[in-house]
């Protein structure tokens, strides 16, 4: 953590008031009213001297054996659930860790907005787009000012206090993602960074195993709406029937973002941002037009000419998203066009483009594999699809697919249909990636191939498909080796849940990749 990402500096006791916690000091000496906590970790190896270390009972590791490490690092404090003994550092003794945490990032916001200046905090959730949307908007409000944004996907009960931990009395933004495995969770986010703008960009299947509904799952994302600050701003996707629903929760005005955002029931009056004329450059990066709207002032407004640096026609809506809340803030639109058009690296393994070279050819890879959901695999097969980079769209396309999971009853039928629309995207190859020490991933993966291959033979003669099941990443990384062996002009697409496994090929390939190809 850097200085300027440091946390308004407090002291130990009223760090233990906030988390209303029993300070214990070091044997034989008192809690020093001088030491000044600048920073927060729950990592002893990211400890950095002035840091609170927050010792969490993980289910592999207790962050309380290592007290004593977080120390030698420079920790001044640690939060913990239970005295550890000859600590050489004072301790907080709270209930519970984790909120604790959530409590002490809660007093760092309200003291922040105790100042008086202006800061406001942007709350993102969806099904699939949060942390992209999260890096684009993260680029557009660092325009305007001091902005903290989570890294990566800390969208938790954990990472999301980590990343309000970090602002100080100069950040002008805070950008919170929130995710949940269920309902209640992003209720609970709210609480700690309560937003003055809350996002919602889709409600699809992601998860659908834990809600059980994708009305349980609407439900849940709608949570972060309620969360509002009185009078906050909800910017929703007008193009999601569950996300427009939740208009009526509302508690301040509503910002609309879509292809049809201005669409509105009758008589109603409306305001965002349009996107028009949907397509995508020599490059395949994503072209649109971008217009303001407000019904009530006469109909069209302003617009700008937009060309992403990031591949993937599904990223129009994550930068409308991000463009309605830069927009709302009093950035214009060419200058909201300009920036987009320069954020070329966001998180990793989201459509990351790059050259990997095998044996003398090679191929360019669309790493998509952070994780997967029925959606968004097939948003990244329409990448694949309409992938053009060189300029022209006559290209082997190959689909190297693993398991998505948390799917529910539904799993075996979710994953058939996600392997017969990847032959309909018209993919010349299909690489379903199971795994020979985990039964289920195998069989996830199996249901995948047999969706592909039922589609293939339904489309006998004319399809051209190959259709395999591997059940490890060696059998992967050699079957894409021998598909691209002599066709230069390769395209493969890496996506499935993090469990499946497919980050290890990516690692393997990152030693052959080239420079990257946007």
Not at 11 to 16: F, L, R, S, T, V
Not at 427 to 432: G, K
Request: net charge negative; with cysteine; aromatic share 4%.
């Amino acid at each position: 953590m850097s200085e300027d990402a440091a946390m308004i500096g407090m002291g130990i006791n009223e760090i233990a008031q906030a988390v209303s916690g029993t300070v214990v000091p070091v044997y034989g000496t008192g809690a020093d009213p001088n030491v000044v906590v600048t920073s927060v970790a729950d990592d002893s190896r990211q400890v950095l001297p002035g840091c609170a270390f927050v010792a969490i009972a993980g289910e592999r590791v207790d962050g309380h054996a290592f007290v004593a490490a977080a120390a030698k690092s420079g920790a001044v404090v640690a939060l913990v659930e239970h005295e550890v003994p000859d600590a050489p550092i004072p301790q907080i003794v709270v209930d519970n860790s984790v909120q604790a945490l959530g409590a002490l990032a809660r007093h760092n916001i309200d003291r922040r907005r105790e100042l008086g200046t202006d800061f406001s905090v942007i709350g993102i959730t969806g099904s699939v787009g949060k942390t992209t949307t999260k890096d684009l908007l993260h680029a557009l409000l660092s325009d305007l000012g001091p902005t903290v944004a989570p890294v990566g996907s800390f969208n938790n009960n954990i990472g999301l206090p980590l990343t309000a931990l970090q602002v100080n009395e100069h950040t002008r933004f805070l950008i919170a993602e929130m995710g949940a495995n269920h309902v209640g969770e992003i209720a609970n986010l709210t609480t700690i960074a309560p937003p003055d703008v809350a996002v919602v960009l889709k409600v699809g299947t992601a998860h659908l195993g834990e809600f059980g509904s994708v009305e349980l799952i609407a439900r849940a994302k709608s949570e972060i709406v309620r969360g509002l600050l009185p009078d906050g701003i909800a910017v929703l996707n007008a193009d999601d029937a569950h996300v427009a629903d939740m208009a009526a929760l509302a508690p301040g005005r509503v910002i609309w973002f879509g292809e049809h955002a201005e669409d509105g029931n009758e008589g109603e009056s409306r305001v965002g941002l349009n996107a028009d004329a949907i397509g995508e450059d020599a490059a395949d990066r994503p072209t649109f037009k971008m217009r303001e709207y407000a019904a009530q002032e006469g109909g069209r407004g302003k617009e700008s000419e937009v060309t992403l640096a990031i591949s993937g026609g599904h990223n129009v809506y994550n930068a409308l998203a991000a463009a309605s809340v830069a927009h709302h803030y009093g950035m214009t639109l060419d200058r909201i066009a300009a920036v987009l058009r320069t954020v070329r690296v966001i998180s990793p393994h989201r459509m990351a483009i790059s050259r990997v070279d095998v044996a003398g050819t090679g191929f360019t890879l669309i790493d998509d594999s952070f994780n997967a959901n029925p959606d968004s695999m097939k948003a990244g097969l329409d990448a694949l699809a309409a992938w053009r980079g060189d300029g022209v769209r006559e290209h082997p396309r190959v689909a190297v697919l693993g398991a998505m999971l948390e799917l529910g009853p539904e799993e075996m039928a979710l994953h058939r249909t996600v392997g017969a629309y990847a032959v309909n995207s018209g993919v010349e190859a299909v690489i379903a990636v199971g795994s020979d020490a985990d039964g289920h991933l195998d069989a996830l993966a199996h249901a995948l191939a047999q969706g592909a291959d039922e589609r293939v033979r339904a489309s006998a003669p004319d399809a051209s498909c190959s259709v395999q099941w591997v059940h490890t990443v060696d059998e992967a990384e050699r079957s894409v080796d021998a598909f691209v062996a002599g066709r230069p002009r390769s395209v493969v697409l890496v996506k499935g849940s993090h469990a499946s496994g497919l980050g290890s090929l990516i690692e393997r390939w990152s030693a052959r990749t080239g420079e990257t190809a946007v």
